[in-house]
């Protein structure tokens, strides 16, 4: 019980930030894609979207069956311009989770609550469309 509680007290400071769990999850374990998807999203917040896209890219190398990896590295597409990077990869989510709402909810509320419109009005659109007829 003591050594679990020494470890225990050893790990807490990874737990200071967002920036030292992200950090902790990608030396303690280097071969999960979470930690590459956490500094997608990491650099997404910190006005990065071009690192954002690479991060979630490696991340879907690491593990392609999640559709919230293709789902971000396409709103981090969308922003830098990249449209059919985007659509390819909305394309590839699709398949994994028909119109991906939940997904979807979350970029579109994410990007009105930065006051990005245009960019949770392009995502609206084209949840709207996967939902009615397949992916973009």
Known sequence: VVVAGARTAFRVPAFRSETTVTLSMLQDSPRSYRGLARAG????????????????RQAILMYDRDPTLYVSAAVAALKIGQRATADSLLASAHAQCGACEREYRFYITISRWQGDTALADTLA?????????GPP
């Open 125 to 133: 659109a084209r949840q709207r469309h996967a939902a009615q007829d």
């Open 41 to 56: 999203g990491a650099y997404y917040a910190s006005g990065n979207p071009a690192k954002a896209l690479g991060a979630y």
